[in-house]
Protein backbone atom coordinates (compact mmCIF):
# COMPACT_ATOMS: atom_id res chain seq x y z
CA UNK A 1 0.00 0.00 0.00
CA UNK A 2 1.33 3.43 -0.64
CA UNK A 3 1.97 5.81 1.74
CA UNK A 4 2.70 9.76 2.07
CA UNK A 5 4.79 11.40 4.58
CA UNK A 6 4.73 15.09 5.73
CA UNK A 7 7.02 15.16 8.09
CA UNK A 8 6.58 19.67 9.02
CA UNK A 9 3.69 19.85 10.51
CA UNK A 10 3.67 23.50 11.12
CA UNK A 11 6.02 25.91 9.41
CA UNK A 12 6.29 29.64 8.87
CA UNK A 13 8.16 32.38 6.93
CA UNK A 14 8.25 36.05 6.20
CA UNK A 15 6.60 37.55 2.96
CA UNK A 16 8.42 37.75 0.08
CA UNK A 17 11.07 35.16 1.67
CA UNK A 18 11.30 31.08 -0.18
CA UNK A 19 9.97 28.05 2.10
CA UNK A 20 10.37 24.59 0.92
CA UNK A 21 8.02 22.02 2.42
CA UNK A 22 8.67 18.76 2.34
CA UNK A 23 7.12 15.25 1.35
CA UNK A 24 8.08 11.71 1.03
CA UNK A 25 6.00 8.49 -0.35
CA UNK A 26 6.25 4.80 -0.36
CA UNK A 27 5.06 3.13 -3.71
CA UNK A 28 6.26 -0.22 -5.33
CA UNK A 29 4.89 1.28 -8.47
CA UNK A 30 7.14 3.02 -11.36
CA UNK A 31 4.88 4.87 -12.80
CA UNK A 32 2.11 7.35 -10.90
CA UNK A 33 1.54 11.13 -10.15
CA UNK A 34 2.41 13.38 -7.38
CA UNK A 35 0.24 16.63 -6.58
CA UNK A 36 0.45 19.35 -4.05
CA UNK A 37 -3.23 20.79 -2.85
CA UNK A 38 -3.55 24.10 -0.73
CA UNK A 39 -6.29 24.00 1.99
CA UNK A 40 -6.69 27.54 3.14
CA UNK A 41 -9.25 28.30 5.93
CA UNK A 42 -11.98 28.01 3.90
CA UNK A 43 -11.59 24.54 3.31
CA UNK A 44 -11.74 24.54 -0.56
CA UNK A 45 -8.94 22.64 -1.74
CA UNK A 46 -7.26 23.69 -4.95
CA UNK A 47 -4.59 21.75 -6.67
CA UNK A 48 -1.41 23.77 -6.81
CA UNK A 49 1.27 21.85 -8.71
CA UNK A 50 1.32 18.14 -10.19
CA UNK A 51 4.63 15.90 -11.13
CA UNK A 52 4.29 12.63 -13.63
CA UNK A 53 6.92 10.56 -12.38
CA UNK A 54 8.15 9.47 -16.02
CA UNK A 55 8.90 13.13 -16.70
CA UNK A 56 12.40 14.02 -15.12
CA UNK A 57 12.11 17.78 -15.51
CA UNK A 58 10.28 19.34 -12.51
CA UNK A 59 6.75 20.54 -12.18
CA UNK A 60 6.93 24.79 -12.04
CA UNK A 61 3.78 27.03 -11.72
CA UNK A 62 4.69 30.58 -11.28
CA UNK A 63 6.23 31.03 -7.78
CA UNK A 64 5.35 27.19 -6.90
CA UNK A 65 8.02 24.61 -8.21
CA UNK A 66 8.92 21.01 -7.17
CA UNK A 67 11.68 19.27 -6.45
CA UNK A 68 11.37 15.54 -7.35
CA UNK A 69 13.59 13.29 -6.34
CA UNK A 70 12.26 9.74 -7.58
CA UNK A 71 14.89 7.40 -6.45
CA UNK A 72 14.83 8.68 -2.97
CA UNK A 73 10.84 8.77 -3.03
CA UNK A 74 10.57 12.22 -2.42
CA UNK A 75 8.63 15.39 -3.54
CA UNK A 76 9.12 18.74 -1.61
CA UNK A 77 7.10 22.02 -2.92
CA UNK A 78 9.28 25.47 -3.01
CA UNK A 79 7.01 28.28 -2.41
CA UNK A 80 8.94 31.72 -3.80
CA UNK A 81 8.60 35.09 -2.78
CA UNK A 82 6.07 33.92 -0.49
CA UNK A 83 2.55 35.92 0.10
CA UNK A 84 0.13 36.93 2.71
CA UNK A 85 -2.17 34.42 0.85
CA UNK A 86 -0.32 31.58 0.60
CA UNK A 87 -1.22 30.64 4.21
CA UNK A 88 -3.18 27.81 4.33
CA UNK A 89 -2.55 23.61 4.97
CA UNK A 90 -0.28 21.92 2.04
CA UNK A 91 -1.00 18.62 1.48
CA UNK A 92 1.24 16.10 -0.39
CA UNK A 93 -1.06 13.55 -2.63
CA UNK A 94 0.05 10.32 -4.39
CA UNK A 95 -2.31 8.48 -7.82
CA UNK A 96 -1.09 5.56 -8.88
CA UNK A 97 -1.03 5.40 -12.88
CA UNK A 98 -2.30 1.71 -12.68
CA UNK A 99 -5.67 3.06 -11.11
CA UNK A 100 -5.39 6.91 -13.80
CA UNK A 101 -5.78 4.60 -16.41
CA UNK A 102 -8.45 2.74 -15.20
CA UNK A 103 -11.72 4.32 -14.03
CA UNK A 104 -10.03 5.03 -9.94
CA UNK A 105 -7.39 7.59 -9.72
CA UNK A 106 -8.01 8.04 -5.77
CA UNK A 107 -5.95 10.32 -4.15
CA UNK A 108 -3.93 9.17 -1.08
CA UNK A 109 -2.80 11.88 1.60
CA UNK A 110 -0.39 13.29 3.32
CA UNK A 111 -1.23 14.89 7.01
CA UNK A 112 -0.59 18.37 5.50
CA UNK A 113 1.43 21.25 6.71
CA UNK A 114 0.44 24.55 7.94
CA UNK A 115 2.35 27.42 6.14
CA UNK A 116 1.72 30.78 7.90
CA UNK A 117 3.24 33.56 6.12
CA UNK A 118 3.94 36.32 8.53
CA UNK A 119 4.22 40.32 7.17
CA UNK B 1 -17.40 27.09 -15.18
CA UNK B 2 -19.21 26.47 -12.12
CA UNK B 3 -17.23 24.51 -9.38
CA UNK B 4 -18.27 21.51 -7.03
CA UNK B 5 -21.15 21.94 -4.90
CA UNK B 6 -21.41 20.98 -1.53
CA UNK B 7 -24.18 21.57 1.12
CA UNK B 8 -24.64 22.12 3.76
CA UNK B 9 -21.65 23.78 4.58
CA UNK B 10 -22.39 23.05 8.46
CA UNK B 11 -24.00 20.67 10.70
CA UNK B 12 -24.30 19.47 14.00
CA UNK B 13 -26.17 16.42 14.58
CA UNK B 14 -26.31 14.17 17.74
CA UNK B 15 -25.12 11.07 18.15
CA UNK B 16 -27.49 8.15 17.19
CA UNK B 17 -29.13 10.43 14.52
CA UNK B 18 -28.96 10.70 11.11
CA UNK B 19 -27.72 13.40 8.32
CA UNK B 20 -27.27 13.51 4.80
CA UNK B 21 -24.87 15.54 2.63
CA UNK B 22 -25.23 16.65 -0.80
CA UNK B 23 -22.50 17.43 -3.55
CA UNK B 24 -23.09 18.33 -7.20
CA UNK B 25 -19.56 17.97 -9.17
CA UNK B 26 -18.90 19.93 -12.35
CA UNK B 27 -20.78 19.94 -15.11
CA UNK B 28 -19.91 16.82 -17.23
CA UNK B 29 -17.67 15.40 -14.67
CA UNK B 30 -18.20 11.61 -14.82
CA UNK B 31 -15.75 10.79 -11.85
CA UNK B 32 -17.19 12.00 -8.35
CA UNK B 33 -15.16 11.29 -4.66
CA UNK B 34 -16.44 11.86 -0.83
CA UNK B 35 -13.49 11.29 1.35
CA UNK B 36 -13.51 12.38 4.88
CA UNK B 37 -10.92 14.48 6.78
CA UNK B 38 -10.53 14.06 10.18
CA UNK B 39 -9.29 17.55 12.03
CA UNK B 40 -5.57 17.08 11.82
CA UNK B 41 -5.42 14.69 8.90
CA UNK B 42 -5.21 14.24 5.11
CA UNK B 43 -8.42 13.66 3.41
CA UNK B 44 -9.11 9.31 3.22
CA UNK B 45 -11.12 8.66 0.43
CA UNK B 46 -14.45 6.98 1.77
CA UNK B 47 -16.29 6.09 -1.88
CA UNK B 48 -15.81 6.65 -5.96
CA UNK B 49 -18.46 6.73 -8.27
CA UNK B 50 -18.12 6.18 -12.00
CA UNK B 51 -21.11 7.76 -13.55
CA UNK B 52 -23.79 6.44 -11.56
CA UNK B 53 -21.85 3.28 -10.58
CA UNK B 54 -19.72 2.43 -7.43
CA UNK B 55 -15.83 2.16 -8.42
CA UNK B 56 -14.69 1.32 -4.90
CA UNK B 57 -16.27 1.46 -1.73
CA UNK B 58 -13.56 -0.34 0.37
CA UNK B 59 -13.37 2.30 2.93
CA UNK B 60 -16.48 3.19 3.61
CA UNK B 61 -18.22 2.32 6.68
CA UNK B 62 -20.90 0.13 5.57
CA UNK B 63 -22.96 -0.44 8.38
CA UNK B 64 -23.49 3.39 9.19
CA UNK B 65 -22.70 5.07 5.96
CA UNK B 66 -24.56 4.87 2.25
CA UNK B 67 -24.20 6.90 -0.95
CA UNK B 68 -25.72 7.37 -4.20
CA UNK B 69 -25.31 8.61 -7.62
CA UNK B 70 -28.33 8.05 -9.20
CA UNK B 71 -28.18 9.66 -12.42
CA UNK B 72 -24.72 9.83 -12.48
CA UNK B 73 -24.69 13.67 -11.62
CA UNK B 74 -25.43 14.85 -8.13
CA UNK B 75 -24.62 12.48 -5.10
CA UNK B 76 -25.51 12.25 -1.85
CA UNK B 77 -23.93 10.48 1.49
CA UNK B 78 -25.73 9.76 4.13
CA UNK B 79 -25.17 8.43 7.94
CA UNK B 80 -27.05 6.60 10.07
CA UNK B 81 -26.68 6.47 12.98
CA UNK B 82 -23.89 8.88 13.35
CA UNK B 83 -20.94 8.47 16.46
CA UNK B 84 -18.97 10.45 17.58
CA UNK B 85 -15.90 9.46 15.82
CA UNK B 86 -17.79 10.42 12.54
CA UNK B 87 -17.28 14.53 13.53
CA UNK B 88 -14.96 15.82 10.47
CA UNK B 89 -15.09 17.57 7.43
CA UNK B 90 -16.82 15.56 4.44
CA UNK B 91 -15.36 16.63 0.88
CA UNK B 92 -16.18 16.02 -2.36
CA UNK B 93 -14.15 16.28 -5.56
CA UNK B 94 -14.62 15.45 -9.41
CA UNK B 95 -12.98 13.89 -12.17
CA UNK B 96 -13.45 14.93 -15.95
CA UNK B 97 -12.71 11.32 -16.98
CA UNK B 98 -10.47 8.48 -16.68
CA UNK B 99 -7.89 10.44 -18.99
CA UNK B 100 -7.78 13.23 -16.56
CA UNK B 101 -5.66 13.39 -13.52
CA UNK B 102 -7.07 16.27 -11.53
CA UNK B 103 -9.44 16.29 -8.77
CA UNK B 104 -11.33 19.48 -8.01
CA UNK B 105 -12.64 19.46 -4.94
CA UNK B 106 -15.82 21.74 -3.35
CA UNK B 107 -15.76 23.35 -0.16
CA UNK B 108 -16.90 20.69 2.17
CA UNK B 109 -19.78 19.71 4.64
CA UNK B 110 -18.31 20.49 8.79
CA UNK B 111 -19.90 17.67 10.67
CA UNK B 112 -20.24 17.77 14.63
CA UNK B 113 -21.91 15.06 16.50
CA UNK B 114 -22.35 15.46 19.96
Known amino acids: AQTVTQSQPEMSVQEAETVTLSCTYD???????LFWYKQPPSRQMILVIRQEAYKQQNATENRFSVNFQKAAKSFSLKISDSQLGDTAMYFCAFMSSSSYGGSQGNLIFGKGTKLSVKP | EAGVAQSPRYKIIEKRQSVAFWCNPISGHATLYWYQQILGQGPKLLIQFQNNGVVDDSQLPKDRFSAERLKGVDSTLKIQPAKLEDSAVYLC????????????FGPGTRLTVL
Open chain 1, 27 to 33: TSENNYY
Open chain 2, 93 to 104: ASRQNRLSDTQY
